[in-house]
Structures are given as structure tokens and as C-alpha cells.
């Protein structure tokens, strides 16, 4: 059975860092690309940002380009979302998907992606 889980969640003031964690148990996870999805109450999933098999594609989101960046360890089963310059719009449940399709290249759509994390809280205020 696939698991993600996400940590690394919580409360920073604006202009602060975070940076989100998904640890794995998939035995082939370097044969999966690998997403940060986020979800504002109300609203549908949203893509954040997504890598490859072996991190050496990612794609972006528009509202996060230049401040985020996602970063996969496939000796530790690990993907990373670092995330800078935090504003009050970026809290939401973030969550980590894996994906068998996007692991050519990260997809952005919520049906590319097989497997997800229970989500964690991220709240940027001051």
C-alpha cells in the first residue's frame, strides 16, 4: 500500500520560510513524479509545484515561481517543498502526491497524480 505522509507545517509571519516534508513507503519511488498540491477552504486542490523521477525536471505554479521549490531524495524516499518569502495567500492545506503518469514530466492536474498525503496546515500571519 502507497503512503505519503506530509510534515513540516505550521505558523510563520510574512516574508517567512517553511519548508514541508513527504516521507514515502513506496518501494519503486524513484519511478513516480512526485507534486505539492495546496487547497484553500472552499476550494478545489490547486498544483503548487511537481519534479520528475530524478529531480531534474520541475515545473511551477505562477504565484510561487522564484519563492518555492520542491526537491525529491530518492535514497530517502523524501520529497521537499521549500518555501520563501511566505504571504498571508499562501495559507492552505498543502499536500504531496505521487504520480506514475508525471514521471517523465511533473503534470499540474489533480487526475495525473494516484496517490496522496493526509495534508498539512500552513499558516502564514502575523
Known amino acids: 500500500q502507497v503512503r505519503l505522509r506530509e510534515s513540516g507545517g505550521g505558523l510563520v509571519q510574512p516574508g517567512g520560510s517553511l519548508e514541508l516534508s513527504c516521507q514515502a513507503s513506496i518501494r519503486t519511488f524513484s519511478q513516480y513524479g512526485l507534486g505539492w498540491f495546496r487547497q484553500y477552504p472552499g476550494k478545489d486542490r490547486e498544483f503548487v509545484a511537481g519534479?520528475?523521477?530524478?529531480?531534474?525536471?520541475?515545473s511551477y505554479a505562477d504565484s510561487v515561481k522564484g519563492r518555492f521549490f520542491i526537491s525529491r531524495d530518492n535514497a530517502e524516499n523524501t520529497v521537499h517543498l521549500r518555501m520563501n518569502d511566505l504571504k498571508p495567500d499562501d495559507t492552505a492545506v498543502y499536500y504531496c502526491?505521487?504520480?506514475?503518469?508525471?514521471?517523465?514530466?511533473?503534470?499540474?492536474?489533480?487526475?495525473?497524480?494516484?496517490?496522496w498525503g493526509q495534508g498539512t496546515q500552513v499558516t502564514v500571519s502575523s
Open positions: 502526491a505521487g504520480s506514475t503518469v508525471g514521471a517523465i514530466m511533473p503534470g499540474d492536474r489533480i487526475s495525473e497524480y494516484d496517490y
Open positions: 519534479t520528475n523521477y530524478n529531480g531534474g525536471k520541475s
